[in-house]
């Protein structure tokens, strides 16, 4: 047993076979050149020699005087080496060989030992331990490994993987590439790869551009694009390029890695149309759910089904069950008449340029706006229901959608209806609620001719279904919304006729009054205008004389309202004279002072003056303003003021007569009923007298107001144009 | 020198015939006035006068119906329907009346219509 574990003695030598340690000293450099290293023990274990090799290996500094084993690590300071991977123990006499390591990571190192025994006849002479760095080539196999796998994994990818040189021709073309593209590696080996990309200029200019950042940046990963195989099939594809540089960072290759998304894509898109179309449907629905009326969700039913947002037919039709009388009946149509109606381009723009949700509520508020010519078309169609073996029928029976194409069928009443509304193909897809069946709708393509799907025809009912929905649920909303208006309507009739006998009541009554009132009043007036007149006639003194004619005017004035209000036999046409106002204002002021005064009441008059001449009924402004001015010395009490005034306004156009109190007032509930005939609040009022005042104002094409503060006083003011405009009309 | 004509004034208002009186005498009538339908009935016998004004709505009996009970006495009288109702002047062709005429301080329209009446030849 040798234990090499002892310290290296120099003596040692003497004891060693010279023949063959000389040998080994005379290899030696040859030994450092194959990286070898070698050292030789004695059967004690004691290290007799070692090569020079060993220390280009990185151990054992031969120099060492002391016989330690050091390393060095790559700063170049030596260190003690306590676990020299030289020193393991022989376990016996035999060959071995072994393996050790040294470092970790990028510098682990691996080294194979190799222990020869070397005898002299039966005498163990001398150990030879061979010390070779394998790193590199366990590094080798490890990457020939690697290699082979990299390679199983290539042939074994459903990827397509290829490399080709700095040239981009093709070097190695994988099992999957094969599959992919229908061609064999020979028949690909040193062809261009560009071959393999579509023509089109968008693929084209892609790869191209690729290729530039490949140049740049290394490497550009799963980029989409068009492929062609062998056999001319276009391949939906992401690829992975990736540039090959050798050790002086210069391109010598690529490796191209190709996935085929045809498939994929192809699921995709069906998913996301699927998903499209949903989402769509549901828009369409919220739109056509937002329809208020039957004519709005026609609409909105029928411009989903063409609009660009929509279901995308050119043309659609809404066919109506009338329950009364038994028909299937065209109601409603959107899109192009005929053929030649297609080449109107600007309804097709129309739809292109605007959102669903938009076109349908343009074409709401503007309600004329229906495509009449087509709409006059499905109108002539009214089909029997019990006319069983016409397609819509069958569709709306059978609750199954319905294509028809010319070519592929003897269906004579579908081909008919074919003729009707101009067209080669169209779908009917029926309109149906629970058992409720409310009509069909018809669509076609007559300006895209583009052949109706099974998809468009799916995705039709799927819309039919919702639209029906929407429409039972708006046809009971009317129902009901219906049978509320009538009612409501019914009530209101009531209450209009109960509000009429109520009038007329109170009219009958007050024209009895009224009557009554007139003879009453008419026979006093008449004596006292009458005895005036009379004592005018008489040989009496001026001022007498004056006073009589005031009387007689006044009584004569009293007497052309009693015939005004309440009789027709003569009536008055009052002449409309071009005067000055505030004279009229000055006399009915003086004439009603004394009243005042009676009242403890203060009048006062603010005229602005001059004022210009007004064209007026003398007579009826002169009551009128009586009128207020005795309303308002009614409702003033003593220490009260009432304020007659007139003033120019409306810029120089109109003359303003305000009459102002510092009376009770009018509460709001009143102030609205005051112009009502027969509204008073007084014990001996007729309530005629506002009432006459505003038809007065009106005949003169002025306005009366009041304002009033209960408590604190009211305002009227009558507004008199200068000219007023009933009589310019009447002059013209 | 004419004779006077007498006038009948039939109303149940006393100021409306001593108006009526003044105004006719001084317009040179001879005046005869009745309070009441019956009253005017007697005093058309008894007075005999040219031309009558009756008041038609009177406490008592209606001034139509004693216009009718006069006029079957005398069809020649002429009689003019003086009221303060307005709305009875399109029937007073009917009552037989010679005209109507709605009461008025101005009371021009009445004379003129007196005087027109009392020239026509009966």
Known sequence: ?732 | MPEKKKLLIVDDEPNIRELYKEVFQSEGYEVVLASTGPEAIKLVKSEEPDLAIMDIRMPGMDGVDAMHEILSQNNRLPVIINSAYTHYKENYMSWAADAYIVKSADMTELKKTVAELLAKPR
């Open chain 1, 1 to 732: 047993m040798l234990d090499f574990t002892k310290t290296f003695s120099p003596n040692a030598d003497k004891h060693l076979h010279v023949s063959l340690l000389d040998h080994l000293k005379e290899v030696d450099s040859i030994l450092t050149e194959f990286n070898v290293g070698v050292l030789a023990f004695d059967p004690d274990g004691n290290m007799v020699w070692r090569s020079n090799s060993l220390k280009i290996l990185g151990y054992c500094d031969p120099d060492d005087e002391q016989g330690q084993c050091y390393r060095r690590d790559p700063e170049g300071e030596p260190s003690l080496c306590m676990d020299c991977p030289f020193h393991t123990r022989f376990e016996d006499d035999k060959y071995q060989r072994t393996c050790i390591h040294t470092g970790t990571g990028a510098a682990k190192r691996h080294f194979e030992v190799t222990s020869v025994p070397l005898y002299e006849g039966e005498e163990l002479k001398i150990w030879v331990r061979l010390v070779q760095d394998v790193t590199e080539r366990r590094r080798r196999i490890q990457q020939a490994q690697n290699e082979e796998i990299t390679q199983m994994l290539i042939d074994n990818t459903a990827d397509a993987v290829m490399t080709t040189d700095d040239m981009l021709l093709i070097q190695s073309w994988n099992q999957s590439a094969r599959e992919m593209f229908g061609y064999s590696a020979d028949e690909v080996q040193k062809k261009p790869i560009t071959n393999l990309f579509s023509l089109d200029s968008d693929t084209q200019d892609k790869f191209a551009r690729i290729q530039n950042v490949v140049r740049e940046e290394g490497a550009v990963r799963n980029e989409r694009l068009l492929m062609v195989s062998k056999e001319g099939r276009r391949l939906n594809v992401a690829i992975t390029l990736t540039a090959i540089r050798n050790s002086r960072e210069e391109i010598t290759g690529y490796s191209l890695i190709v996935r085929d998304f045809s498939l994929v894509a192809g699921l995709e898109d069906s998913l996301s149309e699927k998903i499209d179309h949903l989402t769509k449907l549901d828009g369409i629905n919220a739109v056509v759910r937002m329809a208020k009326s039957k004519e709005e969700i026609y609409d909105a039913v029928l411009v989903a089904v063409t609009a660009g947002e929509g279901l995308r037919f050119s043309r659609a039709f809404l066919f109506i069950v009338n329950k009364g009388q038994k028909v299937l009946a065209g109601n409603t149509a959107v899109g192009p008449a005929n053929a030649a109606e297609v080449l109107d381009g600007r309804k097709k723009q129309y739809y292109r340029s605007r959102s669903l949700q938009e076109i349908i509520s343009e074409r709401s508020q503007q309600k004329g706006a229906r495509d009449v010519l087509v709409t006059q078309i499905v109108r002539q169609l009214r089909i029997p229901l019990d006319q069983k073996d016409h397609p819509l029928i069958r569709c709306l029976e059978n609750r199954e959608p319905f294509l028809f194409s010319r070519r592929e069928t003897e269906d004579v009443l579908a081909a008919q209806l074919a003729n009707q509304l101009w067209t080669e193909q169209y779908v009917a897809v029926p309109l149906v609620w629970h058992d409720e069946k409310l009509g069909v709708i018809v669509a076609d393509n007559l300006t895209t001719r583009r052949p109706i799907t099974e998809d468009d025809v799916s995705f039709l009912a799927g819309f039919a279904e919702r639209a029906s929905s929407a429409m039972a649920n708006l046809s009971l909303k009317d129902d009901l919304e219906g049978k509320v208006v009538d009612l409501q309507e019914a009530w209101s009739q009531l209450d209009d006729q109960k509000k009429k006998m109520a009038d007329q009541k109170r009219l009958a009554g007050l024209g009895e009054m009224a009557a009554k009132v007139a003879h009453e009043i008419r026979n006093p007036l008449v004596t006292i205008g009458g005895f005036a007149k009379m004592l005018m006639e008489r040989d009496i003194d001026p001022e007498t004389k004056k006073s009589l004619n005031i009387i007689s005017e006044e009584v004569m004035r009293l007497e052309g309202i009693l015939e005004n209000v309440l009789g027709t036999a003569r009536p008055i046409q009052p002449e409309f004279v071009n005067t000055k106002i505030n004279p009229i204002l000055h006399r009915i002021a003086t004439l009603l002072k004394n009243q005042a005064i009676q009242n403890d009441i203060e009048m006062a008059v603010h005229l602005q003056d001059p004022l210009p001449t007004i064209i007026l009924q003398k007579d009826q402004i002169e009551q009128v303003v009586i009128n207020l001015m005795k309303n308002a010395i009614d409702a003033t009490g003593p220490g009260g003021r009432v304020v007659l005034a007139s003033k120019l306004k409306d810029n120089g156009k109109a003359i303003a007569i305000t009459v102002k109190d510092t009376g009770v007032g009018i509460d709001q509930e009143h102030l609205q009923h005051l112009w009502d005939p027969f509204f008073t609040t007084k014990s001996e009022g007729t309530g005629l007298g506002l009432h006459i005042s505003k038809q007065i104002i009106n005949d003169h094409g002025g306005k009366i107001t009041a304002t009033s503060k209960p408590g604190k006083g009211t305002c009227f003011e009558v507004l008199l144009p200068l000219k007023p405009k009933v009589k310019e009309e009447e002059d013209a």
